[in-house]
């Protein structure tokens, strides 16, 4: 079974920073692009940022210059910084692979259970 982990949300100040991990776990042999999709009470889920198998990242505009999102594939695992978060960032935060080829050469599409972000003074 091929699960998705998400770690690091929490309550933090507007302009504050956070850490979300993503870890896959299970026989895991080829991650393609992972990515962090958000989703906020009343409102869609709305990807947030990408990242390709060799590390080329994409970003929404509305994170563009304060977050970044990495992934250490040896560790299975994706991380995004989030920096300079403002209210409107709070949301719970999936993590999203849309093929992950299992030891048996099985294919899934892949989503965590997500982690809460709350942005309040």
């Known amino acids: 079974q091929v699960r998705l982990v998400e770690s690091g949300g929490g309550l933090v100040q507007p302009g504050g920073s956070l850490r979300l991990s993503c870890a896959a776990s299970g026989s895991v042999v080829i991650i393609d692009t992972m990515a962090w999709y958000r989703q906020a009470p009343g409102k869609e889920r709305e990807v947030v940022a990408s990242i390709t198998r060799d590390g080329r990242p994409n970003y929404s505009d509305s994170v563009k210059g304060r977050f970044t999102i990495s992934r250490d594939n040896a560790k299975k695992t994706m991380y995004l910084q989030m920096n300079a978060l403002k209210p409107e960032d709070a949301a719970v935060y999936y993590c999203?692979?849309?093929?992950?080829?299992?030891?048996?050469?099985?294919?899934?599409?892949?989503w965590g259970l997500g982690t809460l972000v709350t942005v309040s003074s």
């Open positions: 999203n692979v849309d093929r992950i080829v299992g030891a048996k050469g099985l294919e899934y599409l892949v």
